[in-house]
């Protein structure tokens, strides 16, 4: 049987200014605090948690920017749910150094997937505990555009 898709929500943030850490042994790191955001999708909606809240991301040798965001959602009923999400953007050089230049550019030139995981408690929202998540992003010069589908 093949998998299907199902939108689950659109979120949005804006983001600060890079933290450049310099180059590691996994290759350039920067950290991206999130700043604000919010999120809207048929059976779930609210905002972000901020405190705390940032992308912990490198970039690899192989032109892979590769990405560990942290955060946390407050649904508009006061549910928290935490989110661990991993993903990889990369692109032909040209898009890529656009991107880096803060250009706006068309996400349908670029590669930016990523893989949610969420940590919610037990009840009206557990159920985002018990499928597999991915979703396509969009990268603008101080912001991020994310869509969540659960794996159906």
Request: net charge neutral; glycine share 10%; charged share 20%.
């Amino acid at each position: 049987m093949q998998p299907g898709l199902e939108l689950v929500f659109e979120a949005q943030g804006r983001l600060a200014a890079p933290i450049d850490m310099g180059l590691t042994h996994q290759g350039v790191r920067r950290i991206i605090p999130i700043l604000e955001g919010s999120f809207e999708g048929p059976n779930i909606r609210g905002t972000f948690i901020t405190d705390g809240a940032a992308d912990w991301q490198y970039s690899r040798a192989d032109g892979v920017t590769q990405a560990e965001a942290t955060y946390a959602l407050r649904t508009n009923d006061g549910v928290v749910i935490m989110v661990n999400n991993y993903g990889l953007r990369h692109g032909p050089d040209e898009v890529i150094r656009r991107l880096a230049a803060g250009e706006q550019v068309s996400p349908s030139e670029y590669y930016f997937r990523t893989n949610p995981r969420f940590i919610a408690p037990a009840g009206r929202y557990e159920w985002l505990n018990k499928s597999i998540f991915i979703a396509a992003g969009a990268r603008y010069p101080d912001a991020i555009k994310l869509w969540f589908y659960r794996v159906t």
